[in-house]
Every structure is written in structure tokens, then in C-alpha cells.
């Protein structure tokens, strides 16, 4: 029985990670086909964990159910992929705060906070020697001694 818990344990400790990953990725991420994708990746989460449960119970009821869930995923696919398509035809854009215009009326649209936009002049981009190349060093400008 020890056995078996474990190998409960280890189901569960790996669909709980891929559901955190599939979630931290939708919550953190804007595009519409990564979001799309982190919720496929919830969803293996949990069927991993019901697999693991159904395994653990010598019940069929978990294996049926997920595929069940994967059935259902994959009819889900195609319908979000042709969702996905039709509004990218439309705008161009994958990013789900271009769509404020979609939301229900008497709803306040949603502030991104502004990213500033960086101006090439302000960057200066180092300039790195060829391989072998001993770069021209400024003795006075040093800040340190490389040689005690």
C-alpha cells in the first residue's frame, strides 16, 4: 500500500505543477494562443491528477472521465483556433488588451499600465572585440590593479 501512495503522491505532485505552470502562464501572459495553450496545459494537469487518483482507487471512473476531458479539449481547439484566426483577421493583433471595444457595455475598460518606450539614442550597445583580440585598455581610467 506504501507503494501506491507514492506513486498517488507522485501523480499528484506533477499534475499540480503543470496546472501552476499552465495558470501562472494564462495569468501572466497576453497573447491569445500562449493563454490558449496555458489552459490546454491546466487541463493535462488535472486529468494527470485524476489518472492518478482513478489508478489509486483501481477505478475506471478517472481514466474515463479524462478521456472525457481530452475529447472535449480537442473539439475546444478548434473552435478557439477559429476564434483566434477570425479576430487576428480582423485587427492584426493577438494581444487580448486591443479588445476593449468587446466588452459588456456599462463595464470600465481595462488601464495596462504604459510601458515606456525606449529611444535608440539613449541606448548605448557595447562594442565587443574579435575573439583573440586583446582590447586597448585606459591604465588611468581602471579602477582597480589587475596586477598586485
Not at 492584426?92 to 499600465?113: C, H, P, Y
Request: hydrophobic share 50%; charged share 20%; net charge negative.
Amino acid at each position: 500500500m506504501a507503494d501506491a501512495s507514492q506513486q498517488l503522491y507522485n501523480y499528484l505532485t506533477v499534475g499540480g505543477i503543470v496546472f501552476t505552470l499552465g495558470l501562472i502562464g494564462f495569468v501572466v501572459r497576453r497573447n491569445l494562443i500562449v493563454m490558449f495553450l496555458c489552459a490546454e496545459m491546466m487541463l493535462q494537469g488535472v486529468s494527470l491528477s485524476l489518472i492518478g487518483w482513478g489508478r489509486y482507487h483501481d477505478d475506471w471512473g478517472g481514466q474515463m472521465l479524462v478521456i472525457f476531458i481530452i475529447a472535449v479539449a480537442a473539439c475546444e481547439a478548434g473552435i478557439a483556433l477559429a476564434l483566434v484566426v477570425m479576430l487576428f483577421q480582423k485587427s492584426e493583433k493577438l494581444d487580448i488588451t486591443f479588445w476593449q471595444s468587446m466588452r459588456e457595455e456599462g463595464r470600465n475598460a481595462f488601464v495596462d499600465r504604459q510601458v515606456p518606450v525606449e529611444r535608440d539614442s539613449e541606448r548605448a550597445w557595447p562594442h565587443l572585440t574579435p575573439a583573440g583580440i586583446q582590447p586597448a585598455v585606459d591604465e588611468e581610467a581602471q579602477l582597480h590593479r589587475s596586477r598586485v
